[in-house]
């Protein structure tokens, strides 16, 4: 069986399990490692994920899994994880969990923008500065990762400094 046959029949397998716990499936991933093979589940929700929620589904996919011969039997490692800021955005879901944060994205006519993603629904995002695209328009987008400036954080330092003199 092929790897893509192979991710296909685990994500059949597994997204009713991940879906009766209230989550999404994301991704499935099987990689060898040594003898064993790490069996990696990417999960998300609306709000993101708990602590117990991964606990939870991880029992429950790891019990989907011994009942089947999903894996051929052979020994593995699962680990169920929520997506990373690297991840893609290509679903609806993505842009809509991704509102408030910065993010390039390529437009399918071969151009670009950047902007905060002000609103995200099931047709399309608004991204700040650059306008409203239809999903069909987006060719894929990432996040940005945003990091503070330690002059800003000073800043707001003083600030609290000078609100406590009062």
Known sequence: MGESARRDRLVALLA?????????????????????????????????ISLDDVSEVSRSVSDRL??????????????????????????????RRARGRLVKAALADGTGVEGRILDADDDGVEIETAGRFAYADLAKGKVQVEFRHLDDEDEDEEDIADGDDG
């Open 16 to 48: 009713p399990v991940v879906e009766a716990e209230g989550l999404d499936l994301e991704d499935v991933t099987v990689t060898p490692a040594g003898k064993r093979r790490l069996v990696r589940v990417v999960v998300d929700r609306d709000g993101g």
């Open 66 to 95: 011994d009942a089947t011969d999903a894996l051929g039997g052979g020994p593995y490692v699962l680990e169920v994880t929520s997506p990373g800021v690297d991840r893609p955005l290509t679903e609806p879901r993505h842009w």
